[in-house]
């Protein structure tokens, strides 16, 4: 439910950010999806643990009933397991922690705690 067009201001915003070099406007309204991919391309291709010299993808895939899944294919600069763990992690926090920046939510399908808290509130408005 988050993906939508940028507002002028958001993109006079953008427009300001080192991360914005390179990027290609569509010439019409762009979506915000669209600029938060363009920006982990550029996280991952300057982020000094991603392997260089290999594949850097960042691609939206097929959208499901949960939502639209983003595919993050890089490599690690380090061949330890433990060091490329970390590395994965600590992107994957990184996104996480950027998507407010771009107006996006990650779809988290409800817990048994999330209905049981819907549930409390129906049974206080009888």
């Not at 060091?83 to 817990?111: C, I, N």
Request: charged content about 25%; overall charge negative; hydrophobic content about 40%.
């Amino acid at each position: 439910h988050s993906v939508r067009f940028c507002t002028a201001e958001e993109m006079a915003y953008y427009r300001q950010q080192p991360w914005m070099e390179g990027f290609e406007e569509t010439g019409q309204e762009e979506v915000n999806l669209y600029i938060f991919r363009h920006y982990m391309d550029w996280y991952l291709k300057n982020h000094p643990e991603v392997h260089k010299g290999m594949t850097i993808l960042v691609r939206q895939m097929q959208p499901t009933s949960e939502g639209m899944p983003i595919e993050l294919y890089f490599f690690s600069a380090d061949t330890a397991w433990l060091r490329y763990e970390h590395l994965q992690a600590e992107v994957f926090d990184h996104l996480l922690a950027v998507l407010h920046t771009f107006g996006l939510k990650a779809f988290q399908s409800p817990t048994g705690m999330d209905i049981q808290k819907v549930k409390s509130i129906e049974e206080r408005k009888i």
